[in-house]
């Protein structure tokens, strides 16, 4: 009788329910979170940019405009079709206290009916004048610009002066500094224009042998050093983990170089996660090989007929 039947197997051999449903959550958990995060961080953004900056300038056009625009009366003129607000102390146009009743709705489900003639004027600007169909695009359009313009104020002369004043004067604020010191170097390192571009990804032996490291290949080295090795050379960019912006360079033999089937933002990625983050195609070649390295004696059980061994030990029983 073939010893590994599965009709003899211990109950300690199978996945326990537990086990196979705590395993089924977190990989829901894999599929789920990385979708959701990255919602959750537009969202984030967009309400830090709405409350902070979007909110705040679209109050004050609004309190200016009203400042201009508003009819309020202490007395109802005999002359004029005007109306007294909720409290009855005030009177306004008659339109303006139409419009904002029966376009109310525009501004969400749960918008409070104005109590007062002034919030009258309020809703009444912020429908006519600045619905969000205007505001928004208007503010993305004005955003773009003021992007525009400071790069290019900042960008050379005085501009850029008064940036590294500022980066020196924040690099001396206790705390402040080392998060401001972070967040500038993703940023710079995203955003900025670099002159180095990378060729490809490879991998080489460093920093010694049975070590080996990613990195981008640069271009060619120096003529010397490749005189030197007898063969071509290449410069390789050693990023560090997890703030790839950082890292030196080597040089190194083409022949001791590796290409790796990888993309500069997946190698950028498996560094900046410090090797958790591995392409798919990465994965599955990893399993391939794990399944022939010596000492695995499963390796024919897990993989079935490819030398037949499997399927004649099953035959012969």
Same mark, same amino acid.
């Given at each position: ?48 940019? &709405? ?21 309020? &009366? ?156 007898? &063969? ?86």
């Amino acid at each position: 009788m073939n010893p590994t039947n599965s009709d003899e197997l211990s109950p300690a051999a199978s996945p326990s329910t537990a086990t196979t449903f705590r395993r089924a959550i977190l990989h829901g958990l894999g599929i789920v979170m990385p979708p959701l995060l990255t919602i959750l961080l537009f969202v984030w953004a967009w309400t830090t940019t &709405e409350n902070y900056v979007l909110s705040p300038l679209e109050a004050g056009i609004r309190n200016v405009l009203v400042w201009n625009l508003q009819e309020i &009366e202490d007395v109802k003129p005999v002359d004029r079709n005007f109306v007294a607000d909720p409290t009855g102390k005030k009177f306004l146009p008659q339109y303006v206290v139409s419009y904002v009743d029966q376009n109310l709705h525009r501004l969400g489900p749960f918008e409070p009916v104005p109590g007062t003639a002034i919030a009258y004027w309020h809703r009444y600007v912020q429908l006519v004048y600045l619905p969000r169909t205007v505001v928004v695009p208007f503010f993305l359009l004005m955003f773009l610009i003021l992007l525009y313009f400071l790069g290019r104020m900042f960008a050379n002369g005085i501009g850029r002066f008064f940036v590294r004043a500022m980066d020196r004067f924040i690099g001396r604020v206790p705390v402040v500094s080392n998060v401001y010191s972070s967040v500038k170097q993703v940023t710079d390192f995203v955003f900025s224009e670099r002159d180095i571009e990378f060729n490809r990804v490879v991998a080489v032996e460093y920093p010694r042998k049975g070590i080996w490291s990613i990195g981008f290949v640069t271009g060619q080295s120096m003529a010397d050093i490749s005189a030197a090795a007898n &063969e071509p050379v290449l410069s390789v960019l050693m990023p560090t983990s997890p703030m790839p912006v950082t890292g030196f360079t080597v040089t190194v033999r083409k022949s001791e170089a590796v290409d790796l089937d990888l993309t500069i933002d997946q190698a950028i990625q498996f560094i900046v996660s410090c090797g958790v983050v591995v392409p798919a195609k990465q994965q599955q070649a990893f399993s391939r090989l794990q399944l022939n390295l010596p000492g695995s004696g499963n390796a024919s059980a897990m993989l079935p007929g490819d030398d037949g061994s499997a399927d004649s030990s099953t035959s012969a029983d």
